[in-house]
């Protein structure tokens, strides 16, 4: 009769890679969806400074031809 084979042995080693490499998916996910929001944020508030701006010089145009 053969002996089993120790604990952690190469039988585990597909199981323990596809375990990391789902993780390493997700976590790729989950960053890639972090850096899109990021980029989102970042133009909305690109477009509403610029918009501030535009106000600001209508308003100072405004005064200046009073």
Do not use: H, K
């Amino acid at each position: 009769m053969p002996a089993p084979a120790p604990s952690g042995g190469p039988e585990e080693l597909p199981t323990v890679a596809g375990s990391l490499n789902r993780t390493s998916d997700a976590a790729a996910s989950v960053a890639c969806g972090l850096v899109r929001e990021a980029a989102y944020a970042a133009i909305g508030l690109s477009v509403l400074t610029y918009q501030r701006i535009q106000v600001r010089r209508r308003e100072i145009e405004a005064q200046r031809s009073r």
